[in-house]
């Protein structure tokens, strides 16, 4: 039987997928051909970069981004317990790491204000992620801000 918390991280991680999955459709944008993003990395559907490089019908890309978001928030709320289970700040914090990475994320100042209990501070920090082969980017700093609206819910 699971324990409460695993409980409730399991159901942190399902609230968190509904708010996560529009809003990083909204800002992936989806493109069922392969393209280079703005630093050159070969991408498809919303924002795919960890799949083979041909053409996806529509159902495959909304398949692929709720696989992949998955697989981003549950790295996301080990590597951060402290918001395992509040899903608007587990969302906004998958939305940054399906965009920068998990890695990236888990030695963000995001985090680690997150981990500190400033949770605040640590939607603040979303937003230091605004740049794109060492230039700002407006498409992100809105997508940043986007993501800090959504993580200040609640606090």
Not at 31 to 51: A, F, H, S
Not at 71 to 95: G, H, M, W
Not at 121 to 137: I, Q, T
Request: with cysteine.
């Amino acid at each position: 039987m699971a324990s409460k918390k695993q409980t409730a991280v399991g159901g942190g991680i399902a609230a968190a997928l509904v708010l996560a999955v529009p809003l990083i459709a909204n800002w992936e944008g989806k493109r069922n051909d392969p393209y280079l993003d703005i630093v050159k990395v070969p991408t498809v559907c919303y924002g795919e970069t960890r799949v083979e490089m041909r053409r996806y019908s529509d159902a495959e890309c909304l398949a692929l981004l709720d696989k992949g978001v998955r697989e981003f928030a549950e790295p996301v709320a080990k590597c951060t317990p402290n918001i395992a289970d509040r899903p608007y700040q587990l969302a906004a914090a998958t939305s940054l790491a399906y965009n920068i990475g998990v890695s990236a994320y888990c030695k963000s100042t995001a985090d680690r204000r997150f981990d500190a209990g400033d949770f605040k501070g640590g939607c603040a920090a979303l937003k230091f992620w605004n740049k794109a082969g060492g230039r700002v980017v407006q498409g992100l700093a809105n997508r940043r801000a986007d993501e800090y609206r959504l993580c200040m819910v609640g606090l």
